[in-house]
């Protein structure tokens, strides 16, 4: 059941899985995705690990709170929020939850906003997790062919949403497992339904891109970390990861051959168990 809560000066919607007594984790989705991006299988995998796991919307995407009135932000004009806004957004959120502090897993943009909040909330952060992401938009730059379905032009209606999710996972997802096109298809249909907001996206992109680097202050976070890429990444290739690692004192940087830049089914297990030793290693 998806639960919208006030935080940080608007709503953010939610879902959680597992028992309140379980470690809290918190999974934070990347650019443009939606909470229904972390599948629930992977959410129950970590329940059964002994985990609390809640999703959520970022502002500007599914039924989170979305700045319309800001519009697509004209280029060389300061964006309506920076990683720093969504990272404060992810700490009140739990807030309302009643967490003191949480694991935090973030893949993608997601695991940008999860570095920012163990930079400006390190007491609330007890583990980071951070998933085929950056340490600042000029680390690691797409392919061509990853740039080209990333600014290409938004879906005209829900059938071309799901036919170009399809072709766009195809460019940028696991080259070394089989690709799930009716799966994939199916859920950019179900993230078309709950909101279609091309430009809540492009604020969230001039977010990312106006919020600079975070290399030096990556080195002050004390927190376990676990940095876990694909090699075969081509919108954010395994460089970001590296250079994630690199930044943060003590981190363990796990890679996988013929992973792009989403989460295969056959690897989450390792996932999840690697997840679970950086999280029982902190309890």
């Known amino acids: 059941m998806t639960t919208r809560v006030a935080a940080n000066g608007i709503h953010i919607a939610y879902e959680s899985f597992g028992s309140p007594s379980g470690r809290p984790l918190l999974l934070i989705m990347g650019l443009g995705a939606q909470l229904i991006q972390w599948d629930e ?144 298809a199916e859920l950019a249909g179900l993230a078309y339904d709950r909101c279609h907001d091309p430009a809540g996206v492009a604020r969230q992109l001039a977010a990312i891109m106006a919020s600079g680097d975070r290399t030096e202050a990556l080195a002050g976070v004390r927190v376990p970390t676990l940095v876990v890429h694909g090699e075969a990444d081509a919108l954010v290739p395994v460089a970001g990861g590296r250079a994630t690692a690199a930044a943060v004192p003590g981190a363990r940087l796990v890679t996988y051959p013929g992973m792009g830049h989403d989460l295969p089914r056959a690897l989450w297990p390792d996932l999840v168990a690697e997840i679970t030793k950086l999280t029982g290693s902190a309890s």
């Open 41 to 184: 299988g992977l959410c129950e995998l970590l329940v059964e690990r002994g985990h609390h796991v809640v999703r959520f919307d970022n502002r500007d995407a599914g039924l989170s709170t979305h700045l319309h009135e800001h519009g697509v932000p004209a280029p060389g004009t300061p964006p309506p929020y920076l990683l720093d806004d969504l990272a404060d957004d992810a700490a009140a959120l739990m807030d309302a939850l009643g967490w003191p502090a949480a694991h935090v897993v973030g893949a993608s943009m997601g695991g940008m906003i999860a570095q920012t909040l163990a930079i400006r909330h390190p007491a609330r952060v007890l583990t980071l997790t951070s998933i085929m992401s950056t340490t600042g938009p000029s680390v690691a730059p797409p392919t061509e062919a990853a740039s080209a379905v990333l600014f290409r032009k938004p879906a005209a209606d829900r059938r071309q949403a799901m036919e170009q999710a399809v072709s766009t996972w195809s460019v940028i997802g696991s080259p070394g497992y089989e690709l799930d096109r009716e799966k994939v």
